[in-house]
């Protein structure tokens, strides 16, 4: 059995949606990226179903088909229109390993695994993003209060004072000259 996947990863990853708070598969792209038919893969979960509770697979709903149908395209019209469609969740995913026997079975399981893992480190390293961005937002802010209220105290010392001061040194009195001396030369 060869190490590469002959599903690349960015396919798997773009078939994955978020639907009831949880990353799933449908059952047409995993028949896809199994290369069987949609049928055959809901015949096999059918005669097996014991093996997939409601937290490893669900049907969706008419209203959840439509919203995909329209929102992504993930859905065909016409696909799916007798039976609802069945979307799995990682360990459901896991489980079709057991339910489908053929090489390629094993491999794009392999393949799907790393997907959500990689899914998975990529959503901890946007939220420890996320969380320093809050950090420093806030760190802003505080400094945002600071400067404001620094901006408040040079305000209030460029505003003039409510009662005239007293003139504190010398001055010159109008109609007067100022009075100046003579030096004497040779001294």
């Not at 005669?47 to 209203?63: Q, V």
Request: proline share 5%; hydrophobic share 40%.
């Amino acid at each position: 059995m060869s190490e590469e996947s002959p599903v690349p990863v960015n396919r798997i990853e773009s078939a994955i949606f978020l639907l009831r708070g949880q990353r799933v598969l449908l059952d047409a792209d995993l028949a896809a990226l199994y290369g069987v038919e949609t049928k055959a893969l809901k015949r096999a979960v059918k005669r097996n179903i014991a093996r997939f509770p409601s937290d490893f697979m669900f049907a969706l709903s008419p209203e959840e088909a439509r919203i995909l149908r329209r929102q992504s395209g993930a859905l065909r019209h016409g696909e799916h229109a007798k039976y609802a469609p069945y979307a799995f969740t990682e360990q459901g995913v896991a489980m079709l390993s057991s339910v489908l026997h053929s090489e390629r079975a094993i491999v794009v399981n392999i393949a799907i695994m790393r997907a959500f893992v990689l899914l998975r480190e990529t959503l901890a390293a946007h939220k420890d993003l996320s969380q320093k961005l809050a950090e420093l937002e806030q760190r802003i802010t505080s400094h945002d209060d600071r400067i404001q209220t620094l901006f408040d105290a040079i305000r209030q010392l460029m505003r003039p004072p409510a009662e005239p001061r007293k003139q504190i040194g010398f001055g010159v009195r109008e109609g007067r000259a100022p009075y100046m001396t003579k030096r004497k030369r040779g001294n």
